[in-house]
């Protein structure tokens, strides 16, 4: 009877972590964004449940940008190198810690991309036009746009 309870609960457990593996949130690393869109995303996305939003890429898996190509790619291929442990040989920093080039170099149009880590495959875009760039007007875009991306799961 024991054994029988003990499989049981055990069971029981596995079943209960499966659920929740399944429903944790996906971790996304936001790029920096033309006006401090950026800011506003990473407010509505860790508010929403559906993300969590990392400020390591390391512990990302998914990568919300406003471009894609070959400034994307870089900005990948830079994040994909942890940065070097402070003293070792290929330390060339010193004391300060370089983070991935990872700065706007143009203007928002509107795209966004939410971009699978490891593959690089885009698994969600949209467009939403940012005709003001005040803080009211890019809230409600980013809460717009948020609304959206949870809607996909």
Do not use: C
């Not at 429903?23 to 800011?39: C, H, R, S």
């Not at 929403?48 to 190509?69: K, N």
């Not at 928002?108 to 003001?132: C, I, P, Y």
């Amino acid at each position: 009877m024991y054994d029988e309870a003990m499989k049981l609960l055990f069971a029981t457990a596995a079943l209960a972590l499966s659920a929740f593996a399944q429903t944790a949130p996906a971790t996304v690393f936001v790029l920096p964004m033309p006006g401090g869109l950026d800011q506003f995303l990473a407010v509505h996305l860790s508010g929403s449940g559906t993300y969590r939003v990392v400020t390591d890429p390391q512990q990302a898996t998914l990568i919300l940008t406003d471009r894609i190509g070959d400034n994307l790619e870089q900005t990948l291929k830079e994040m994909a190198t942890p940065p070097p442990i402070k003293g070792s040989k290929e330390d060339t920093t010193a004391d300060t810690f370089t983070k991935p080039r990872m700065q706007p170099l143009t203007h928002n149009r509107g795209t966004l991309f939410l971009v699978d880590r490891a593959s690089h495959q885009v698994l969600w875009s949209t467009f939403e036009e940012q005709k003001m760039t005040d803080p009211k007007s890019l809230n409600s875009t980013a809460k717009r746009i948020v609304d959206r991306m949870a809607a996909r799961k």
